[in-house]
């Protein structure tokens, strides 16, 4: 299986900051990587396909990048409804696999 | 509207069984492979089985090979989870999602999960 590990698990940030999290696969999952937005009692909301294209209806402040093993996603300017947890996805390989999630708090 | 409704979760006891359903509504579902994923508490995110546009495909999670069966009504837009040898560690909100789009033989390669429904809880206790 493909492990998925995510940096950092918890970050504390303030309305206006950029930030970025990191996600590693264990092996190359090419460009199949998705991320995706949950906030509490709600399912997960897909943010990101294919490591970098946009899912319709969201926000340009969101954006994914890399290949390979490393991704990242980056927020460029944490808006109030972005503080939620987040979680990629790899879908090369059966079985399709997630990270542990990361959660990023008001600071 | 794009809707996924999961219903038939609830509490049982080890070694029981319950079968969850999933209405679709707003989407071609016949077109789109679909998927259950749960999320156990306080962790985080475990695809559990995957199932082709005619069904006759189907893919499990090691951890529920052999005890959870998945199959699908396109006639009626309904995705269904049977799990039986329930066990504790089977406890966690149960999530329909769909995967890939598909016409005829070929499938795209959006095996993410695009569209959730709102979740149903299992608890597995005695």
């Known amino acids: 299986d493909i492990q998925m590990t995510q940096s950092p698990s918890t970050l504390s940030a303030s309305v206006g900051d950029r930030v970025s999290i990191t996600c590693r696969a264990s092996q190359s999952t090419r460009n199949w990587l998705a991320w995706y937005q949950q906030k509490p009692g709600k399912a997960p909301k897909l943010l990101i396909y294919?490591?970098?294209s946009l899912e319709i209806g969201v926000p340009s402040r969101f954006s994914g990048s890399g290949s390979g093993t490393e991704f990242t996603l980056t927020i460029s300017s944490l808006q109030p409804d972005d503080f939620a947890t987040y979680y990629c996805?790899?879908?090369?390989?059966?079985?399709?696999?997630f990270g542990q999630g990361t959660k990023v708090e008001i600071k | 509207e794009v809707q996924l409704v999961e219903s038939g979760g609830g509490l049982a006891q080890p070694g029981g069984s319950l079968r969850l359903s999933c209405t679709a509504s707003?989407?071609?579902?016949?077109?789109?492979?679909m998927n259950w994923v749960r999320q156990t508490p306080g962790q985080g995110l475990e695809w559990v089985s995957n199932?082709?546009?005619?069904?006759?495909?189907?893919l499990y999670a090691d951890s529920v090979k052999g005890r959870f069966t998945i199959s699908r009504d396109n006639a009626k837009k309904s995705l269904f989870l049977q799990m039986n040898s329930l066990r504790a560690e089977d406890t966690a909100v149960y999530y329909c999602?769909?995967?890939?789009?598909?016409?005829?033989?070929?499938?795209?390669?959006?095996?993410?999960?695009?569209?959730w429904g709102q979740g149903t809880l299992v608890i597995v206790s005695s």
């Open positions: 199932i082709s546009i005619s069904g006759s495909i189907t």
């Open positions: 996805q790899q879908y090369n390989g059966y079985p399709w696999t």
């Open positions: 294919q490591a970098s």
């Open positions: 707003g989407f071609t579902f016949s077109n789109y492979e």
């Open positions: 999602a769909s995967g890939r789009y598909c016409t005829h033989d070929k499938c795209n390669n959006a095996a993410y999960f695009q569209k």
